[in-house]
């Protein structure tokens, strides 16, 4: 069966450091998506992404995150200059749009990013 | 405020007994509405959906849930709990004008056998 992936599963990184967070999307799959989850927190929507651009975007991510989709597997997430409250679970999650219905998200197992 | 309701935090159940997740919603449109589990270290999956049609959704692993328009809910629902299911519970929800998933808060299921 079909799955997300996402690389690596752990990333400790000192505050300042720019990090980049990779996930590769359900292959026939045009929608993508960041989430994350402090820990003990709810998931919370980051950015979504289509056609090779950013479709919507939370108050979360400011300038110092961006998104890519370098090639036609990748789909990676910078944050350019790490922060303690980075410190989360990073999930990517994927959509198809076939059927001409809305489709579920399929989530990947997630990176988990500590900032020193 | 429009927000996704999970009112309750942790939940501990007896493994073989029934068991209902609570899930409400506040917004003035009927939005998709999702539960997802995320077991320890693993990501989220969907158990199932509801869009529209008939108001009781069967999903994998023996759950299903009801939609209920009058109570703005979507319970989560399974006849007898197996030890394997303890794990976070999420609902999330879709609005009609975005595609963005927004989460509640999610309920932590403890089984005990």
């Known amino acids: 069966e079909p799955e997300v992936t996402q690389t690596p599963s752990h990333q400790v990184t000192q505050m300042g450091q720019e990090v980049i967070l990779r996930c590769v999307p359900i292959?026939?799959?045009?929608?993508f998506y960041w989430y994350r989850q402090i820990l003990g927190q709810k998931v919370e929507f980051l950015v979504s992404?289509?056609?090779?651009?950013?479709?919507?975007k939370s108050e979360i991510f400011d300038d110092q995150f961006s998104v890519e989709r370098p090639d036609g597997s990748n789909f990676t997430l910078k944050i350019r200059s790490t922060k303690l409250e980075d410190s989360a679970m990073y999930f990517c999650?994927?959509?198809?749009?076939?059927?001409?219905?809305?489709?579920?998200?399929?989530f990947g197992p997630g990176t988990r990013l500590t900032v020193l | 405020a429009q927000s996704v309701t999970q009112p309750d935090i942790h939940i501990t159940v007896s493994e073989g007994a029934s068991l209902e997740l609570r899930c409400n919603y506040s917004?003035?449109?009927?939005?998709?509405l999702f539960w997802y589990v995320q077991s320890p270290g693993q990501g989220l999956q969907l158990l199932l959906k509801?869009?529209?049609?008939?108001?009781l959704v069967q999903g994998i692993k023996g759950f299903e849930a009801e939609f209920k328009r009058s109570q703005s809910s979507f319970n989560l629902r399974k006849p007898s709990v197996h030890w394997s299911d303890a794990a976070e519970y999420f609902c999330?929800?879709?609005?009609?004008?975005?595609?963005?998933?927004?989460f509640g808060t999610g309920t932590r299921l403890q089984v005990f056998p």
């Open positions: 999650a994927s959509r198809s749009s076939a059927g001409g219905t809305y489709n579920e998200q399929f």
């Open positions: 917004y003035g449109a009927t939005p998709y």
């Open positions: 992404f289509y056609n090779n651009e950013i479709s919507e």
């Open positions: 509801y869009f529209s049609g008939d108001t």
């Open positions: 999330a929800v879709v609005l009609w004008n975005t595609d963005k998933l927004i």
């Open positions: 292959s026939n799959h045009l929608y």
